[in-house]
């Protein structure tokens, strides 16, 4: 009979059971799309389903009271639990048995003792978490554990550890000023982002599109989780929108407690889930803080211990995120970390040609009407205007052109190299055609060449 894959999470590192076929759990839509690609392990990790057990609740309950810290008890268990079966790893002949027993015993002592110290803290809030959904899961989940894991209720306690800090130590709630002091320099910073169909410019300037539907996680690190759902628009029969955008500010002792935002399609809130607009005060500065230009379309959130911005606008009918972070923040994630689009794109499987959008060839008065539009809006033919010129054509609204507006306009604040900011579309006969003053600078360099 398979296991469902969450069932490693209730059943421990000692009984995982390693022939599972994978069958789907029921779980809120945010997060099936994350669950799937980790189901392609047969093993998966159980530490990986205690994250997203984490992760499922505080996304399906964005509402919980500003009074009520249960996310800080969430981190506090997450903290505890990233270092469990870290080192353990397959293979070894007979005589590796024995420590392979007295590994999994001890990370079971651990976790045990990783779940007292969680239900100490839900106890804690038991009065100002009284009325809210998450606290009362999060204390029967813990309930179940505790007895799966055949855990006593009396014994030590573990003292959660801080999540990795990197180059984030002392007093380094704000970014910039920490880095200067230490290195000397500004820091490097990198952009994403994603809008429209939805197109996707990663960090390292490959852009992409992106046939998905479902919620994808964009970033994935040790200070910060953004994840983005699509859904099919009421535009074209291709045509999909990026309706939901989560963020999710990780837990950093000295500078925040956990933070949650979401955006959703016509509700772009100037605020955290919590209905707070700053967070962390620190010697007259805030760590977090959101503002806006446009309530209820846009909102702008520095993560000033991060060194991070964020902007999420609606466009037309459909979301965007553009993102500048450092180096050193975009690069602080582990190997399980790996279901990254800004970093590694959209899987080969789910890529479409930009150039070449669905209707491309059974609509050329619709495709010349869009070429003109997108002519009009911006200032080259690159990627950003193949982008505003895919929209048009798969969905058919004038509206969703702004999306690609929007987000060349954000490369150009957030990308201080102004020479990277317009892409080059991927080479073909069209770009060519569109371009011919390159078309001739290459035969003439192909002539020199030649000739020599």
């Not at 002091?181 to 910073?189: D, L, N, W």
């Not at 230009?293 to 993560?303: D, F, K, L, Y």
């Not at 982008?387 to 201080?416: E, H, R, W, Y």
Request: hydrophobic share 35%; proline share 6%; aromatic share 6%.
């Amino acid at each position: 009979m398979s296991m469902c894959p969450c069932a490693a999470f209730l059943m421990g590192p000692a009984e995982e059971d390693p022939s599972s076929t994978g069958d789907v759990c029921e779980l809120p839509q945010p997060s099936r799309f994350r669950l799937g690609l980790l189901m392609e392990h047969k093993a998966l990790p159980w530490k990986h389903c205690i994250h997203l057990t984490l992760l499922l609740v505080q996304l399906s309950l964005p509402e919980a009271e500003a009074s009520c810290r249960i996310l800080r008890c969430n981190s506090d268990f997450v903290a505890a639990t990233l270092d469990l079966g870290s080192s353990s790893g397959g293979g070894g002949g007979g005589g590796a048995a024995g420590e392979a027993a007295l590994s999994r015993e001890a990370m079971n002592a651990g976790y045990c003792s990783a779940l007292r110290s969680y239900a100490m803290c839900t106890k804690r809030m038991a009065r100002v978490c009284r009325g809210d959904l998450a606290y009362h899961s999060a204390v029967q989940g813990i309930e179940d554990l505790l007895i799966q894991h055949r855990c006593p209720r009396v014994g030590p306690t573990s003292q959660p550890q801080p999540l990795p800090q990197g180059t984030l130590s002392g007093d380094a709630c704000l970014y910039e000023r920490s880095f200067l002091s230490r290195e000397g320099r500004t820091p490097e910073y990198l952009h994403c982002s994603v809008f429209g169909d939805p197109h996707i410019r990663t960090f390292n300037h490959d852009f992409q599109t992106c046939a998905v539907q479902g919620a994808w996680p964009l970033i994935d690190n040790e200070y910060l989780y953004v994840q983005a759902t699509s859904s099919p628009s009421r535009g074209g029969t291709y045509s999909m929108a990026l309706t939901k955008i989560t963020v999710i500010f990780k837990n950093m002792r000295q500078c925040i407690d956990q933070q949650l935002y979401q955006a959703e399609l016509d509700n772009v809130p100037a605020a955290f889930a919590d209905g707070s607009v700053s967070s962390g005060e620190r010697q007259g500065h805030h760590s977090l803080t959101v503002r806006t230009q446009s309530p209820g379309r846009h909102a702008e959130i520095q993560a000033a211990h991060i060194g991070t911005l964020l902007v999420i606008r609606q466009s037309g009918r459909s979301l965007g995120l553009s993102i500048r972070s450092p180096r050193d923040i975009v690069e602080a994630f582990g190997p399980e970390q790996d279901l990254q689009l800004c970093v590694l794109g959209c899987p080969p499987s789910q890529r479409l040609n930009t150039l070449h959008p669905p209707l491309l060839d059974s609509s050329p008065s619709a495709t010349i009407s869009a070429r003109a539009h997108c002519d009009a809006l911006l200032p080259a033919r690159d990627v950003y205007y193949q982008a505003c010129v895919f929209d048009l054509i798969t969905g058919g609204d004038l509206n969703s052109s702004t999306a690609a507006v929007s987000a060349m306009q954000d490369a150009q604040k957030m990308i201080p190299d102004r020479e990277t900011v317009h892409l080059l579309p991927i080479s073909s006969v069209e770009q060519y055609r569109a371009q011919p003053g390159l078309a001739l600078l290459l035969l003439g360099m192909l002539g020199t060449l030649t000739i020599s």
